[in-house]
């Protein structure tokens, strides 16, 4: 039995009794982590329950929390201080009122720790899958879902299917979209779900047919710490990418630095870089790429070289926009992808370029971005470095920025739609919910303020230029 006090007893935890001494003997029989003002809804009796007191604002908001606790029969609380203020004094009085043992987490000590180390204490008189722990992430699946006599999935925050142990799992992408609407354990009588400790930034999910209970806890936990262990994305492409970032870098050094890869130098290539708050870019790569290939990082973002061999799939930027979609529900801030065409080690160069104007590109709606969606005016004028860009929009267009400024015109958005509909007036006129007499004169008027006439087709090509130079 794992009691209150054995817990007090795992000298990795430093775990400080500020209450309940009386019942230190009450057995544990699940660890429960929440952050909820009141949580009784989701309470079960013999509870570790497991609070960073995020809910905690002011004294008196302990009371209805700990009253909860107490309804339950939790077994006891383990908190880490609000705010880092230490734990608040009516949560210390209101735990002794309620008879709930009070347990302060050291401040410099994780959840994900506290959690792996309980979870392992419950799972002490289960040895099969303790005797596993060591082993990767779709073995301790297979070893749970036997234990637990029914079907177990892994799913990535972007919605694909880790590991399986068991059939297909019906619409994997719902359960992260469910998942991120409470952020905690939950279940709906069909699946329960849980999510993987660990600490990563793209959270894996462990959903189980049926009802998981301390076994499904372990699991999580040792998945957890299993997923922190294995670090299984090849990271070799650090010296390749310097060298790519480089424009001055010479064929040898690129030759040199792709040697250091495991890829083979007749081998198809394709570079996708990615965007994102934390360390998610370089996670995400490695989920959403299949195949061969090594990755890396640099100024912030997430690259991988990928062998393709010829199987690249013709969809992948839609399935990989989608996956981002799912994400972005996860995280704060917004993901940015960009692939680039296919080549070979000589035009690879070309290729990292490309796929830098692509996720440039790239934007909320339209998160994907792949080179073959760049016509070749947009890569010519990406290239350009920014000084010279803006030089070139302020020369062609100043007049007309000018004009638009003082007057609180659009007349460049006249002219950017007139040159997308190829110059006709009829089509722009009806694009812009306008009658083409009107058309006619904004364009006459830019062409006045320009000095050039935008009906000449080589005034068009620098004024479309200039516009792409934003």
């Known amino acids: 039995m794992t009691a ?3 817990l007090l007893e795992i000298p990795e935890l430093r775990l400080r009794l500020r209450s309940g001494s009386a019942f230190l003997d009450r057995e544990v029989t699940r660890i429960y982590g929440t952050e909820l003002a009141d949580p009784g809804r989701y309470l079960s009796a013999g509870e570790l329950v497991l609070s960073g007191l995020l809910w905690w604002r002011a004294p008196g908001d302990a009371e209805p929390f700990v009253a909860a606790l107490g309804q339950a029969g939790s077994a006891a609380l383990a908190a880490s201080g609000a705010d880092s203020g230490g734990i608040p004094g009516d949560l210390v009085e209101a735990c002794e009122r309620h008879r709930i043992p009070l347990l302060e987490v050291p401040p410099d000590l994780s959840f994900a720790v506290v959690t792996e180390r309980v979870v392992l204490a419950l799972a002490a008189d289960r040895r099969k899958l303790s ?37 297909d799992l019906p619409a994997p992408r719902a359960f992260v979209e469910r998942y991120a609407l409470v952020r905690e354990a939950f279940s709906d009588g069909a699946y329960a779900v849980r999510p993987i400790a660990g600490g990563a930034a793209l959270p894996w999910l462990l959903v189980v047919k049926g009802e998981t209970g301390p076994v499904g806890e372990e699991l999580a936990v040792l998945i957890g710490a299993a997923r922190a262990r294995a670090d299984r994305v090849n990271t070799t492409a650090g010296p390749l990418i310097a060298v790519l970032a480089r424009a001055t870098a010479s064929e040898p050094e690129l030759a040199s630095a792709f040697g250091g890869t495991d890829l083979p130098a007749d081998a198809e290539l394709r570079v996708v870089i990615a965007r994102a708050p934390g360390g998610l870019a370089r996670e995400l790569l490695a989920d959403l790429v299949t195949g061969s ?16 061999a010829g199987a690249w799939p013709a969809d992948w930027a839609t399935g990989a926009a989608a ?9 704060t801030g917004s993901v940015r992808i960009g692939l680039s065409g296919a080549t070979s080690l000589a035009g690879l160069r070309g290729a990292a370029q490309e796929a830098r104007h692509a996720v440039d590109a ?18 010519l004028v990406a290239g350009a470095p920014d000084e010279l860009r803006a030089t070139i929009r302020r020369r062609v267009l100043g007049p007309l920025l000018a004009h638009d400024e003082a007057q609180r015109g659009d007349l460049v958005h006249t002219v950017r739609t007139f040159l997308k509909c ?10 812009l919910h306008v009658h ?22 080589t005034s068009q090509v620098e004024i479309h230029l200039a516009l792409l130079a934003e």
């Open 4 to 6: 209150v006090k054995t």
């Open 362 to 379: 790239a934007r909320r709606g339209h998160p994907v971005v792949s080179a073959e969606e760049l016509n070749v005016a947009s890569l």
């Open 293 to 308: 290939a090594v990755f890396g990082e640099r100024d912030g973002e997430a690259w991988a070289i990928v062998e393709t």
């Open 323 to 331: 996956a981002v979609s799912t994400v972005e529900l996860l995280v």
């Open 422 to 431: 190829n110059g006709s007036p009829a089509q722009a006129a009806k694009e």
């Open 436 to 457: 083409v007499n009107t058309l006619r004169y904004r364009i006459a008027k830019a062409g006045e303020l320009l000095g050039t006439d935008l009906t000449d087709f």
């Open 131 to 167: 005797a596993a722990a060591d082993e990767p992430p779709e073995t301790l699946l297979g070893i749970g879902a036997e234990e637990l006599g029914v079907p177990c999935w892994l799913v990535s925050g972007s919605g694909r299917v880790v590991a399986s142990a068991g059939p």
